[in-house]
């Protein structure tokens, strides 16, 4: 057979995916949530998967204990998983290509095995450096320290990769500019289904908010680079605070911080903590507008998710976050780290309910066509075997 015959037989064969993941079983830690998306629509559209990872249902591992640096993960509902060669191997036995998500000892030594079985590799880039520097207090401020862990996560796993899933071009520009020579495939995580508009606006026509509660939701990991202390203080500088129910979605180390700081500047109890990701869509549907003050995103799930369900976006402008790709309109966008200008963009929504009703079927729709979970798993596939017919040229 040709292997132009090849090729089109191949391109029509579900594949067996390995998909290595640190943490599986927490849909609070965005990777581990991204992965299991991505599990569930792949095996949807015909091909099988294998997790890998702790509290995996097939392919479990045990944890593994770092001093210190397992309890602040643990805060971000991150875990960090024990290396199991034989684990790896019954995983990786017939698979046609493994993906791992992080670049630590899980997925280096899953490269190690998958390598040795003669199995073709590719790896994601979920992990931001600024996210661990923000996450080490004083570490953020030495010069340097972001590229040195850029460096590193090439040194690790990288460089040693064909083809990289970016979730976002700014990731990949980043990519670039600190060496990384891989084929990167800029792929959206996607959002699920379960998020949608509801069947009608809640918003009113007049403007009038003195006659009902103005629900603004954000959500995120409670960390210093989400800064969600610029959104508090932005509902206190709001000419509309005694309406504006303000709840924050998330877990981390400063929440009693925020709680606190809530207290004291708000004239309303904030909601101020975890929710299930199963609770979110519901929550999304009944709020009024999305805020994210994040200043360091690869792309924002929690963005994608509220656009989808038809809220309208203020989204922090920062070199470091993708997510104000999202933002259809200047409205859309504030300085990061302006509670000022972001307490001028919550006023400007809050008095125009017209202009959300406009814009939030047209950020619904943005979503649907460009970032729907079964598009991009179809470009995640493409990738694959992009990658395993490039291993078939080199035997």
Known sequence: MSDSRNAAVDADKPLTIALVVDSVGNRGNGTSNSA???AQELERQGHHVRLIG??????PVEVHHLPFVSWLAAKQQMQFAQPDDAVFRQAFKGADIVHIYMPFKFG???LAVARSMAI???????????NVTYSAGPLRYIPGIPSLIYYLFDFWLYRHIGHIHTPSQMIARQ?????YRARLHVISNGYSGRFHPAKAQSCSADGDVSRRVFRIVASGRLTHEK????????VAMSRHANQIDLTICGTGPLQRHLRRLAKRLLPRPAHIGFHANEDMPNLLREADLLVHPSIVDIESLSVLEGIASGLVP???DSPLSAASQFALT????????NAKALARRIDWWIEHPQKRAEWGPQYAKEAREEYALPQCVRKFIAMEREAIADERKKR
């Open 36 to 38: 299991l998306q991505y």
């Open 330 to 337: 200047d409205s859309s966008i504030f300085p990061a780290r």
């Open 108 to 110: 280096r030594c899953a």
């Open 227 to 234: 800064d969600h202390e610029t959104l508090i203080r932005a």
């Open 120 to 130: 073709p590799v590719t790896a994601g880039f979920h992990l931001q450096p600024e």
């Open 314 to 316: 203020v989204i922090a």
């Open 175 to 179: 990519l670039r500019a600190h060496g």
């Open 54 to 59: 702790v509290d995996a249902p097939d392919y």
